[in-house]
């Protein structure tokens, strides 16, 4: 099976600061990845799908990128309401595995 | 307006069996793929199961092959999960997702329903 791996676990940063949070595949997934946000108590929510398409309502001040096996989630300005859990998630193939997520909180 | 709403959830001894279901609305559930994910207290998202859209096909995650068993009515647009065998690190919110549909193939969790509390314990 393929692992998904997150860095970092945690991170703080300060409003207004770009946030990058990295995902790896262990074996290419081509652009069959996804962000999620998971707001503390909420239901998760798609941010990105295909690796840098923004789902519709998401912000612009996020962004993905990435194939293969290397993604990365940008967050521009971070805000306060981007406290959250964020989770990369693979989805061509079962089992759909979710990264460990990262939790970003302000500094 | 897309709407999953799961019940079932509950406290059940290690062992014991538990059927959660998702009845949904807002789409046309006998297009798409459905999914399970649940989220121990704490901890990160997991993938449970999926089923295609007129139920022929199945996949499930190693921790729950051979105890957990996915179904769907689409005449009644709903989505079950049946659980046996249950254990402690079966605790968790259980969350019923939409895929993709049938023309868009492989698409990621879209709609999520509110979630269901599974307490498995003594």
């Known amino acids: 099976d393929i692992q998904m791996t997150q860095s970092p676990s945690s991170l703080s940063a300060s409003v207004g600061d770009r946030v990058t949070i990295t995902c790896r595949a262990s074996q290419g997934i081509s652009n069959y990845l996804a962000w999620y946000q998971q707001k503390p108590g909420k239901v998760p929510k798609l941010l990105i799908y295909?690796?840098?398409t923004l789902q519709s309502g998401v912000p612009s001040r996020f962004s993905g990128s990435g194939s293969g096996t290397d993604f990365t989630l940008t967050i521009s300005s971070l805000q306060p309401e981007d406290v959250a859990t964020y989770y990369c998630q693979k989805y061509n193939s079962a089992p759909l595995t979710f990264g460990g997520g990262t939790k970003v909180e302000i500094k | 307006e897309v709407q999953l709403v799961e019940s079932g959830g509950g406290l059940v001894q290690p062992g014991g069996s538990l059927r959660l279901s998702c009845a949904v609305s807002?789409?046309?559930?006998?297009?798409?793929?459905m999914h399970w994910v649940r989220q121990a207290p704490g901890k990160g998202l997991v993938w449970v199961s999926r089923?295609?859209?007129?139920?022929?096909?199945?996949t499930y995650a190693d921790s729950v092959k051979g105890r957990f068993t996915i179904s769907r009515d689409n005449a009644k647009n709903t989505l079950y999960l049946q659980m046996n065998s249950l254990r402690a690190e079966d605790t968790a919110v259980y969350y019923c997702?939409?895929?993709?549909?049938?023309?868009?193939?492989?698409?990621?969790?879209?709609?999520w329903g509110q979630g269901t509390l599974v307490t498995v314990s003594s």
């Open positions: 997702t939409r895929g993709g549909d049938i023309l868009t193939g492989y698409f990621p969790f879209g709609y």
């Open positions: 089923m295609n859209n007129d139920g022929s096909t199945t």
């Open positions: 295909a690796a840098y």
């Open positions: 807002g789409f046309t559930f006998s297009s798409y793929w």
